[in-house]
Every structure is written in structure tokens, then in C-alpha cells.
């Protein structure tokens, strides 16, 4: 019975493209585009959920780590020429090796001074961004980035062009995301993260170096965040210093937070409901933040589970 | 100029930057000790603090001491709002629950400001900040010296305060052990109510001070919140004066390499000492183990 709904599920989310081209003629890119988003968007708050849901550290860099793969790419893919594949692999490499060098530090740091510390990192990337014009071209943008094209130097090549083509290269990435997310997060790496989050210093007592699994997570999580990056932005064929704000950090606390913290299916709700609603409803972005601060808020007073919760006491 | 006079008036202008910096940091310090408890959104506070003064002073015309008394009286009455509505229903709970609680407040009162009062910044010159002093060519704005007069007697005052006064030695004992002062008869949730009081009227007192030297915006208070973190983190968490010694310490020198190294990068300079800092005394400057 769970199978089978999975499965149908799962039908329904690869046939997407032609349902949409059936139901909805009419708005076949838009609702296309909204799909493609919503998959980079599950896909980055998983990884944002293996820190603050596994081992329990709150960063608020994200964003940082997003900007960093996605600047490393489209400097790679418009400057060096190099093919999707290669500046995919660099721009989470870097984003990667950030992380694990800004971690040292940060996590001397514990609970909410980590946050501040994080949330510190995100707003100098950002100024970064903006000010380091030779290398970032600053408020200008990155422009110009080219389409995706799958495939090794010499071998066939599948240029990706479409936006169905996009939406499905973008689910096979949240698919891969999904699955490194599970294998994390259920054999015994997971109960170390669990064991960590839980209880720190009976985890150190067990022999769980409580800083070795936190930086892990933390450097795993910057990893996918800078591959997500690259993905969102041969898919936008430009990037902006506007893409990693805080804004960023707000829509992941809600996906996450309001999704479920430390749960596949609450994250992947939440990120469907809050990346496809507001383009649906065409939220103003202030008005999208005022409203996402109040969710924010009273579910986090109210039902600190997230709507998973919810869900859970509904299927009882 | 002379590059004496050069460094004298960027040593001064750090020194009104620090001044800013410490009033906000030192309400984040001591809510930090009371309550255990991060306010993300503190500078908030300031950036309320500040629009209240630019309606009372350049659209009511209120004369320039009325308008500066007056907008820490309504930011007061607000830190009391805040306690009552959202404070008192995070206070026991995790610290997750707390960070993502008043990070969702900033975040609606920063979005609900730029609906209601525009992008567009407020500029509030008043008669101290356009006269100049000036000795052996060396200027000064009246308004930066009232400043840190200011500044010098706040902190006394708080000092004073936390020291000698009950409720101010209710505050401290808090800060080392709540449970004890609920059980020897210590009125916790007034003295907490008066400790966010006391952090709101500060930050609003800053923002009176300075509004006249910079532009009021809706979005200050995230990068203030920040840097003001960054101060208590280096001074010892939850350490009063060591948060006001850090602030300074950033003031300082954020004005120093925005004026010799590289104005575009100032607003990284917090974070950079903070962590620094932090690499070479990971208690903070001045950190004790337990107390305000």
C-alpha cells in the first residue's frame, strides 16, 4: 500500500512536465519554472536540515555556502570555459572546502553564539558579493552563464535546453540529494549525528568526537548547498549578489522549520508548500517575509514539530 | 589636513561608532544574563527607536530634547509589549525555539517597516550636527561630542545601577542562578520585564543620539544586531562591560580601516575580531564564568 503510493507518486512527479503541458496549456512555463524551483529548493533545505535537523547545530551560513558554488560555477562556466559537469564538481568542491575552514573556527563556538557566528559569515560573503566587483561584477551580475550540457569531453553530449529537460535534470539532483540525505542520516553515521544532537556529552563519553561529526555534517551540507548552486544558476543563466541574503536563511527556517525539522517528508512538504505557494498567491517579497516571520513564529511557540507532526497525528 | 588631525577625527568618529555600538550590545548583554536569552531583534529596537525619533522631531517639530526623550519612553513601552507577548512564551523553552522566535520578530518588524515607512532613507539633521568645532584644524560635529558625554553617563548610570540599586543586584543574581532567586523570594519575571525595559530604552537612546550624524533605514538593525553580538561573543557573553569594552574595540577599529584600508569591507571588521578573538580566548576578551 506505502509502495505502491510511493511509486504513484513518484510517477505523477517524473510525468510532471506532460501533466502540466495537458492540465494547464495555457501556463505550461510558469508552472514548469515554479517546478524547477521548488526541486532546488527541496534539495538545498535537505542539506540545510542535515546541520540544523541531524546534529542539531543552528548555522545561518547557507546562503554563504549557496553563493560560493554558485559564483564558483558560473566564474568557471563563463570565464574558464569549462563544461556543466566540471564546474557542477568545483563549485561543490569549493563550497566544500569553505565550509571545512570557516568550520574550525565557528564551532569553538557553541549553541547561539555558533548561530551569530554563522549568521556573521553569511553577511560577509554577501558584502563580498557586492563589493568585490573585478571577480563578482557586484550589482552588474554574472550574466550569460551557458545551458547545461551532460556528457565527457569526446563522448556524446545531451545539451539541456528545455524547461522540461530542466525540470528533470533538477529532480534527478534533488533525487540524489534525497537518497545521500537517507544514507546519512539512518545507518550508523546517522545515530552518530543523532547521538551528537541528542546528548553531547554522553556522545563525547561514548567515544562520538561531537566536533568531528558536526563538521562533517557541516562541510557534507556546504557541499550539496555549492552543487545546488551551480544547478540554480545554469538553469537562471545569471547570478546576482541578491541570490544569498538573508532572505535565503528565512526561506530555509521555514521550509525546515515549518516542514519538520530533522524529517525527509516534513522538508520535502515544506519546501513544495513554500516555494510553490507564494508564486501561486504572487506575494510581494515584504509582504512574503512579514508573513513568513509570523508563521515562523507562532509555529515555532506553538508546534515546535513542524506541520510533520501534524501529518503524522493525521495518518494515526 | 594633516594626517594627525586625519587620525584624531577617524580615532573620534570610531569612538562615536563604539558608543553606538556598546549602548546596543549592552542591552543584548544584559538580556543575555537575565534571561539567557538571544534577542535577534535588538537592533530592531534601535531602528524603532530611531523612526520614533525622526516623527517626533521632524514631522511633530518637538525641539530636539522632547523628541530624544521621547522616543525611548515608546520604545520602553514596546520592550514591555514584546516581553509580555513574545519573550514570556519562548523563555522556557530551547534555545532553537528562542533564536528562530526573535529572528521571525526582526524579520517582520524590519519588512513591516519598509510597508509602512518606505526604502527610502530618513535623514534628521539637527542644529549639534550641522555646528562644527573646530581647534587647530581639527573639526568636530557638537553632536558627536554630546555623544559620547552621553555615552560616559549612561554607562555610569548602568553601572551604578547593576551594582547598587536591588533591582540591579536582583539582575546580576539572575545572572548566576535564576532558580536560587525564584526560591528566596526574588521577583524573576519583574526583574526580567525591567531588564527589557532597560535594553529597549537603551537602544533607543543610541538611536536618538546618533540619528542626526547617519541616515535612518528600515533594514539597520540586522548588520547592528550582528556586530552588537559580535561585541558581547568578544567580551565575555553576558559580561556587561566587557561587551561595552568590545564595542568600542569595533568601533574603533571599523573606523580606522574604513578610512585607511577599505570603506566597502568596514561592516566585515566585527566579525573578523570576533573571531579572532575568539580563536586566542575562546571566554571573550574579558569573560568570567558566570554574571553580568
Known amino acids: 500500500m506505502r509502495r505502491a503510493a510511493i511509486g504513484a507518486l513518484a510517477a505523477v512527479v517524473v510525468s510532471a512536465p506532460w ?47 549557496f553563493g560560493v558554488g554558485a559564483y564558483t560555477a558560473a566564474l568557471l562556466a563563463t570565464r574558464a570555459g569549462w563544461p556543466f559537469l566540471g564546474a557542477l564538481i568545483g563549485a561543490a568542491l569549493a563550497a566544500g572546502v569553505v ?65 522540461p529537460g530542466h525540470y528533470w535534470l533538477a529532480l534527478a539532483a534533488l533525487a540524489a540529494v534525497v537518497l545521500l540525505y537517507r544514507g546519512l542520516t539512518t545507518f550508523r553515521l546517522g545515530r552518530a549525528f543523532h547521538a551528537v544532537r541528542d546528548n553531547e556529552p554522553l556522545a563525547g563519553a561514548a567515544g562520538i568526537d561531537p566536533l568531528k561529526y558536526r563538521l562533517l555534517a557541516f562541510t557534507i551540507a556546504a557541499t550539496v548547498a555549492g552543487g545546488v548552486g551551480a544547478l540554480y544558476v545554469h538553469y537562471l543563466s545569471v547570478m546576482c549578489p541578491e541570490e544569498m541574503t538573508v532572505a ?62 501534524l501529518l503524522r497525528r493525521a495518518a494515526r | ?68 526623550l521621547l522616543a525611548p519612553a515608546v ?12 519573550i514570556r ?63 560616559l553617563v549612561i554607562f555610569w548610570g548602568l553601572d551604578r545601577f547593576v551594582a547598587r540599586t536591588r533591582t540591579g543586584r536582583a539582575m546580576r543574581a539572575m545572572s548566576q542562578n535564576r532558580e536560587a532567586c525564584a526560591v528566596v523570594g526574588v521577583d524573576v519575571q519583574r526583574v526580567t520585564l525591567v531588564t527589557f525595559a532597560l535594553s529597549a530604552g537603551l537602544a533607543a537612546v543610541a538611536a536618538t543620539l546618533v540619528s542626526p550624524l547617519f541616515n535612518i533605514f528600515p533594514d539597520m538593525g540586522t548588520v547592528l544586531t550582528l556586530k552588537a553580538f559580535a561585541a558581547v561573543v568578544a567580551g565575555g557573553f553576558g559580561y556587561v562591560n566587557g561587551a561595552i569594552a568590545a564595542s568600542f574595540l569595533i568601533g574603533i577599529t571599523e573606523a580606522l580601516a574604513g578610512s585607511y584600508i577599505s570603506y566597502a569591507y568596514k561592516d566585515a571588521i566585527a566579525f573578523v575580531i570576533m573571531i579572532a578573538v575568539l580563536l586566542w580566548r575562546p571566554q571573550g576578551l574579558f569573560g568570567r564564568r558566570i554574571g553580568i
Open chain 2, 1 to 68: 589636513m594633516t594626517p594627525i588631525a586625519d587620525l584624531l577625527e577617524q580615532l573620534l568618529h570610531g569612538l562615536t561608532l563604539g558608543a553606538m555600538y556598546a549602548m546596543v550590545a549592552a542591552g543584548l548583554a544584559l538580556m543575555l544574563g537575565v534571561a539567557r536569552l538571544i534577542n535577534f531583534a535588538h537592533g530592531e529596537f534601535f531602528m524603532l527607536g530611531a523612526y520614533a525619533f525622526w516623527l517626533g522631531y521632524s514631522e511633530l517639530g518637538l525641539p530636539y530634547p522632547i523628541a530624544a
Open chain 1, 99 to 163: 565550509a571545512a575552514l570557516v568550520g574550525v573556527p565557528l564551532f569553538r563556538l557553541t549553541e547561539h553564539a555558533f548561530a551569530v557566528g554563522t549568521l556573521g559569515l553569511a553577511l560577509v560573503a554577501s558584502v563580498v558579493a557586492n563589493n568585490w566587483v573585478e571577480v563578482t561584477r557586484g550589482p552588474l551580475c554574472i550574466t550569460e552563464i551557458p545551458k547545461p550540457v551532460l556528457g565527457v569531453p569526446g563522448g556524446p553530449a545531451l545539451a539541456i535546453t528545455t524547461l
Open chain 1, 248 to 309: 535565503l536563511t528565512v526561506n530555509l527556517l521555514v521550509i525546515v522549520f515549518l516542514g519538520g525539522v530533522g524529517s525527509l517528508r516534513g522538508v520535502l512538504v515544506g519546501a513544495v508548500l513554500f516555494t510553490a505557494l507564494p508564486e501561486v498567491l504572487r506575494l510581494a517579497p515584504t509582504w512574503r517575509l512579514v508573513i513568513y516571520g509570523t508563521l515562523l513564529l507562532l509555529v515555532v511557540v506553538r508546534s515546535p514539530e513542524g506541520l510533520e507532526s
Open chain 2, 75 to 86: 520604545m520602553v513601552i514596546f520592550g514591555i509589549v514584546y516581553q509580555h507577548t513574545v
Open chain 2, 89 to 151: 512564551a519562548i523563555l522556557p523553552r530551547s534555545w532553537h525555539v528562542q533564536l528562530i522566535a526573535t529572528l521571525a520578530t526582526s524579520i517582520v518588524l524590519t519588512n513591516l517597516a519598509i510597508i509602512v515607512l518606505g526604502t527610502q532613507p530618513k535623514e534628521v539633521p539637527t542644529t549639534l550636527s550641522a555646528r562644527i568645532l573646530e581647534v587647530g584644524g581639527f573639526r568636530i560635529a557638537w553632536q558627536r561630542l554630546l555623544v559620547l558625554v552621553a555615552a
Open chain 1, 19 to 65: 501533466l502540466v503541458a495537458a492540465l494547464v496549456p495555457r501556463q505550461q512555463r510558469y508552472v514548469l519554472h515554479v517546478l524547477v524551483f521548488t526541486a532546488l529548493f527541496a534539495a538545498l533545505a535537505l542539506s540545510y536540515d542535515l546541520v540544523v535537523g541531524h546534529v542539531g547545530s543552528l548555522s545561518l551560513a547557507h546562503p554563504a555556502f
